[in-house]
Nanobody, 128 residues
Framework: QVHVVESGGGLVQAGGSLRLSCAASGRTFSSSAMGWFRQAPGKEREFVAAVRWSGGSTYYADSVKGRFTISRGNAENTVYLQMNSLKPEDTAVYYC?????????????????????WGQGTQVTVSS
């Protein structure tokens, strides 16, 4: 019913930049928020950034504040993640997710449980 597709991953040198894209589609689907999570080898999936569709409020993990920027695209249910000053520790599979619930509490936008549909992930590798 709902398709979520990420793109833009790849190999980049430390200090470089990369932009990830995500698009969610479905004829009956409407998104309240979209977010990015990542999972590094041997680690649990963690929250990276999120943006609410209405109002555009953004949330970031402390580890990426000042380096990553999430933004809404002109097309509906489309988001980007601009990643600057990349570090080797940013290496992970990055997942895009969308939430169909308009939560009023920040917590739900920063945890996996607040999202309904997920993409397949895109690999980001940062070399030293």
């Amino acid at each position: 019913q709902v398709h979520v597709v990420e793109s833009g991953g790849g190999l980049v040198q430390a200090g470089g930049s990369l932009r990830l894209s995500c698009a969610a589609s479905g004829r009956t689907f409407s998104s309240s928020a979209m977010g990015w999570f990542r999972q590094a080898p041997g680690k649990e999936r963690e929250f990276v950034a999120a943006v609410r569709w209405s109002g555009g409020s953004t949330y970031y993990a402390d580890s990426v504040k000042g380096r990553f920027t999430i933004s809404r695209g002109n097309a509906e249910n489309t988001v980007y993640l601009q990643m600057n000053s990349l570090k080797p520790e940013d290496t992970a599979v990055y997942y895009c997710a969308t939430s169909g619930t308009n939560y009023s509490v920040r917590y739900y936008y920063t945890t996996e449980g607040g999202y309904d549909y997920w993409g397949q992930g895109t690999q980001v590798t940062v070399s030293s």
